[in-house]
């Protein structure tokens, strides 16, 4: 399940454009705090996970490493920051995304649309720094795996 919401994810990963000021750099590699996280019991088998960010506003690149249930995985994607939603077809679906600002928080919504209604998938990321800490409130519906999940990173 944890590979699932990761590949949804990655689908998401389409560039858009666009500048903000004044906001605060994600910048870093960032190390998962596995017991500071609450991750609900289809992401509960992450033992450990790395993200390094690349954050030069409007870009956002992110690529992570993660280890769940004795299985490394790694994904990425680059972003932009002004809200444009953008359209994609992945594996024959339709997929579409946007990341923006919401004050100091970075928002990713997403739309992963399955075969019938039922199946599609719907995700949003909000991403801000919390006492310098990375914070990553997901929110995954649809397709048989809603989750709910506060992802804490440390600095390195």
């Not at 004044?22 to 088998?45: H, M, Q, V, Y």
């Not at 790694?74 to 004050?103: C, H, I, K």
């Amino acid at each position: 399940m944890t590979r699932d919401f990761i590949a949804v994810a990655v689908v998401f990963g389409i560039a858009a454009s666009g500048p903000a000021q004044g906001k605060p750099d994600f910048s870093g590699e960032w190390i998962l705090n596995r017991a500071a996280s609450t991750l609900s019991p289809a992401a509960s088998g992450t033992q450990s996970g790395t993200v390094r960010i690349d954050h030069k506003e409007p870009k956002f690149q992110y690529k992570a490493t993660f280890n769940a249930n004795g299985n490394p995985f790694e994904y990425a994607f680059e972003l932009t920051t002004d809200g444009t939603e953008l359209s994609g077809t992945q594996q024959g679906r339709r997929s579409v995304s946007s990341l923006r600002w919401d004050g100091d928080v970075l928002v990713f919504l997403g739309k992963l649309e399955g075969p019938d209604a039922d199946r599609t998938i719907s995700l949003q990321f909000r991403y801000e720094i919390v006492d310098g800490h990375l914070r990553a409130v997901e929110h995954l519906r649809g397709g048989g795996r809603d989750q709910d999940n506060v992802w804490i990173f440390d600095r390195r």
